[in-house]
């Protein structure tokens, strides 16, 4: 069973920064997509920033230019680093990977940021 373990999340003032870490049980070349997804109160689970297939990476719009995110592959994980962060950035962080079709999820992290 494939296990996604976040850490690194909190309370920070507006343009602050944070680091999210995603600890992966398996080797993230098991994983064609590894990523970052959030989730506000009251809106839709988004994607916030990927790598996909053949080593390239997606960001939303909102995020571009901010965050940054990472692998490392002898350590199978994932991070994400958020710098100028606002306040709309509030909100539940989830690791995310996909494998033969199959979704995984880690347990989600609190970003709140205050204005």
């Known amino acids: 069973q494939v296990q996604l373990v976040e850490s690194g999340g909190g309370l920070v003032q507006a343009g602050g920064s944070l680091r999210l870490s995603c600890a992966v049980s398996?080797?993230?070349?098991?994983?064609?997509?590894t990523g970052w997804h959030r989730q506000a109160p009251g809106n839709q689970r988004e994607l916030v920033a990927r790598?996909?297939?053949?080593?390239?990476?997606e960001y939303a719009d909102s995020v571009k230019g901010r965050f940054t995110i990472s692998r490392d592959n002898a350590k199978n994980t994932l991070a994400l680093q958020m710098n100028s962060l606002k306040p709309e950035d509030t909100a539940v962080y989830y690791c995310?990977?996909?494998?033969?079709?199959?979704?995984?999820w880690g347990q989600g992290i609190q970003v709140t940021v205050s204005s």
């Open positions: 995310h990977s996909i494998k033969r079709y199959m979704n995984y």
């Open positions: 398996e080797s993230l070349f098991s994983f064609p997509i």
């Open positions: 790598f996909v297939s053949g080593g390239k990476v």
